[in-house]
């Protein structure tokens, strides 16, 4: 959380300086820029911006500061869904603004947020039955299977057949389609039934990790294990070792190769 | 032989005791029922409104995904995705300007002009193995199980989408006699349940379901035989409701004609899931010495 608030912050500064550049510097950097100008349009206003970059460093060149539609700049936060047009083409487009490079004669208009209500819920009491999604969620019967959804789905999912999986009680269905999902908001956005595609996807994934993949049993045994202390004699000689010593064993020790199969065991099999 | 097969959204949750009976008999039969790989909700109910496209817009979706993969005929089990894909698709094949319309909608990169048949599992049982064929598979006939093949609506109305004649249908009084059971005819096979009135009014289920359970109580009939998920719900509840408010009123076993098939034909009453039944058939079928020996099934009665 911090380190993300850290990165706005930061993102906030670098534009600022350039809307208040001198003429004369501007002017001196312009030559330094190789990269040709192309014209988009953000919310309906033209501006030229250098070709190569993406629409956030676009918007942010424009002079925008942004305080919100921008986390992570890598493409998997989901706070910069963005729908723009192309003149002669009536569909509209779906992009990150951190992925998205800008194209000649876009329209532009970020949706960093979409109203959509998540239901609340005691995870604990809920089991993968599920009439407990439909419970949660009655308004995912309002699908008309428009397919809008998968239209504006940035991350290219399936989102109506996410949808159809959940209504017919296939949780692992949609958990498994929808795993890319990055909960950016466009396909309720789109939504002619008024639902909101991704806190369903979130419950039928949590149900999935939780309650219909089996346990991974041997973590349990490791972790009782470790509790009952199995290993901590092999610390406690690490902890009394003198620094030549312990650099000595770091640097002998044996690393499991890359193309190492399931059942590979190292040589000294006393920690194991 | 391989049917393309749309099972719809009950038979994955509710009704899952009328689909996998009837995947693992035809597979007995020799068909495999090969459910389409990407489908969605049928449209639960056609629109009758003359210029709402939007809710043809599921079942058409559905129909062009059959026809991308190159099938041409889709089997449907449930009466009313039957109902609803077959309407759909008489749409696009009558109504030129509405197709047009829907075709460019949905933009699945192909046009549709309702080139896929839509056909109903009763029908494939009827057209594709035979009547006089399916006795034949027969291991364990139904002998002296007096069902009564109630066909609702959705099978039947409108006549333009009927599997069978819509005043005097025989098709389900016939899978009974080809399985060995002696089909009970009664006057309100075809009276509608309620259908999705009981939406609105929860009030009126038992009121829907007296004269159809009557009727067939009174003819002599000791099980119901079904098709449909949504009169299994409204006649499984409003039979309960009948036996709160009238003493001495009799619930009758619900059965879906998919169960009765798989029985007949060997298979293990488990395949059946008779758990998800309304009306507890489990006594009747012992008595009939339809259960086989040595096979334990799991049977409560009408607990959903």
């Known amino acids: 959380m911090s380190a993300k608030q850290t990165k ?24 330094k820029i190789a990269a040709k100008l192309i014209p988009i349009y953000i919310m309906g206003k033209r501006y030229e911006v250098p070709e190569g970059l993406t629409i956030m460093k676009a918007m942010e060149y424009a002079g925008y500061i942004l305080i919100r539609g921008c986390g992570c700049r890598g493409g998997t936060c989901g706070a910069c869904g963005t729908v723009y047009r192309k003149p002669g083409d009536y569909k509209l487009q779906v992009a990150l603004a951190c992925q998205k490079t800008v194209e000649p004669d876009m329209y532009i208009a970020q949706i960093p947020f979409f109203p959509a209500n998540r239901a609340t819920y005691e995870f604990a009491g809920l089991t993968a039955a599920p009439e407990e999604v439909f419970k949660l969620y009655p308004e995912l019967f309002r699908c008309v299977a428009c397919n809008s959804c998968t239209k504006a789905c940035p991350q290219g999912i399936e989102v109506m057949d996410a949808v159809s999986a959940l209504k017919q009680g296939n949780i692992a269905g949609a958990a498994q389609l929808s795993f890319d999902c990055i909960q950016c908001g466009l396909c309720t956005s789109r939504c002619f039934g008024e639902l909101a595609q991704y806190h369903m996807f979130q419950l039928a994934r949590r149900t999935y990790g939780a309650r ?61 | 032989m391989s049917l393309a097969y749309y099972p719809g959204c009950t038979l994955k949750t509710k009704a899952r005791n009328l689909e996998e009976p009837a995947v693992a008999s035809m ?198 035989v079904l098709t449909c998920p949504l009169c299994d719900y409204n006649l499984g509840r409003g039979q309960k409701e009948l036996a709160k408010k009238q003493g001495g009123f009799r619930e009758m076993p619900l059965l879906y004609f998919t169960q009765l098939l798989a029985l007949a034909l060997g298979l293990s009453p488990r395949v059946c899931h008779f758990d998800l039944n309304h009306g507890s058939p489990e006594s009747l079928l012992k008595e009939r010495n339809l259960l086989p020996q040595g096979e334990s099934v799991q049977l409560i009665g009408g607990q959903q």
């Open chain 1, 8 to 31: 706005k912050k930061s993102a906030t500064r670098a534009v600022k300086p350039r809307t208040k550049k001198p003429a004369a510097t501007a002017v001196k950097e312009e030559k």
């Open chain 2, 27 to 224: 597979e007995a039969l020799g068909f495999k029922l090969d459910e389409i790989p990407r489908w969605n909700c049928c449209g639960a109910v056609y629109s009758l409104a003359d210029d709402d496209l939007i809710h043809q817009v599921a079942p058409v979706r559905n129909l062009i995904r059959v026809k991308k993969q190159g099938k041409t005929e889709l089997v449907t089990l449930c009466a009313f995705c039957l109902n609803s894909l077959k309407r759909a698709n008489l749409l696009m094949r009558q109504d030129v300007e509405k197709r047009n319309t829907l075709n460019d909608f949905i933009d699945e990169g192909i046009d549709y002009s309702g080139e896929v048949k839509v056909v109903h599992l009763l029908e494939v049982l009827r057209d594709e193995v035979g009547w006089e064929a399916l006795s034949q598979k027969v291991k364990l006939p139904l002998r002296g199980l007096k069902a009564a093949p109630y066909y609702g609506c959705t099978l039947l109305r409108p006549r333009e989408i009927a599997i069978d004649d819509v005043e005097n249908p025989t098709i389900l009084g016939d899978f009974l006699k080809a399985v060995g059971a002696s089909p009970v005819d009664f006057p309100e096979s075809t009276r509608c349940c309620g259908s999705y009135q009981v939406v609105s009014s929860p009030g009126d289920i038992a009121e829907y379901a007296r004269p159809i359970l009557n009727s067939a109580l009174s003819h002599g009939a000791e099980a119901l």
């Open chain 1, 212 to 272: 219909i993949v089996p346990r991974a049993e041997h973590l349990a045994e490791m972790v009782k294990a470790v509790n009952e202390g199995r290993y901590d004699r092999f610390l406690d000689e690490l902890k009394q070792a003198k620094e030549d010593e312990l650099k000595k064993v770091y640097q002998e020790r044996e690393v499991e190769p890359m193309a190492a199969g399931e059942d590979w065991k190292p040589k000294d099999t006393r920690y194991l």
